[in-house]
T-cell receptor
Framework: DTGVSQDPRHKITKRGQNVTFRCDPI?????LYWYRQTLGQGPEFLTY????????KSRLLSDRFSAERPKGSFSTLEIQRTEQGDSAMYLC????????????????FGEGSRLTVL | GENVEQHPSTLSVQEGDSAVIKCTYS??????FPWYKQELGKGPQLIID?????GEKKDQRIAVTLNKTAKHFSLHITETQPEDSAVYFC???????????FGTGTSLTVIP
């Protein structure tokens, strides 16, 4: 399968614990995005990388959240001291370049990592 | 920032009928409008998109229209089939696509 891969698919944790999600984008896609999706809502932008550089972060990304893409390939999203409000689906997407009007357009999403904080 | 509103939140149609989902956006700088389909347990998948230099685009049973003046765009699905049942999201973005702003989704049910 050459699509975007996310791991784990499901994570249940207790409040206060740290969790880490991994995303493997489609190979040769140099842009990688993290989105958060809560029940009944659309995906909300968290951050994106161009190669290994983190170029933009949403104000939704509090200081308990950190994302990395150390070699410009896979990425990790870590949430420290989880809170119940962090319960959501965390979606990763990748594109080969610009994704907007000047680019290819399409975000290729993974199937997401669902986090439940008890 | 951009605000995308989507209506209706739920939609049920009989198989073979048409379905229409409408979205409005607030930022006049937005010039790229994709539609994504999300099936249960899966990530969103692009089904059609439109750029602001075009007023309408069609791909088989799916069409999207854009009214830049009124800042609204719509998804039209004709001859609906049960496999069209899913959640549909509209989104708005700009030239660079650094961020996409998604609507809240429409849960479409096609009744056989």
């Amino acid at each position: 399968d050459t699509g975007v891969s996310q791991d784990p698919r499901h994570k249940i944790t207790k409040r206060g614990q740290n969790v880490t999600f991994r995303c493997d984008p489609i190979s040769e896609h140099n842009r990688l995005y993290w989105y958060r999706q809560t029940l009944g809502q659309g995906p909300e932008f968290l951050t994106y990388f161009q190669n290994e550089a983190q170029l933009e972060k949403s104000r939704l990304l509090s200081d308990r959240f950190s994302a990395e893409r150390p070699k410009g390939s896979f990425s990790t999203l870590e949430i420290q001291r989880t809170e119940q409000g962090d319960s959501a689906m965390y979606l990763c997407a990748s594109t080969p370049g610009l994704a907007g009007a000047l680019g290819t357009g399409e975000l290729f999403f993974g199937e997401g990592s669902r986090l439940t904080v008890l | 920032g951009e605000n995308v509103e989507q209506h209706p939140s739920t939609l049920s149609v009989q198989e073979g009928d048409s379905a229409v989902i409408k979205c409005t956006y607030s930022d006049s700088a937005s010039n790229y409008f994709p539609w994504y389909k999300q099936e249960l347990g899966k990530g969103p998948q692009l089904i059609i998109d439109i750029r602001s230099n075009v007023g309408e685009k069609k791909d088989q049973r799916i069409a999207v229209t854009l009214n830049k003046t009124a800042k609204h765009f719509s998804l039209h699905i004709t001859e609906t089939q049960p496999e069209d049942s899913a959640v549909y999201f509209c989104a708005a973005g700009t030239n660079t696509g650094n961020q996409f702003y998604f609507g809240t989704g429409t849960s479409l049910t096609v009744i056989p």
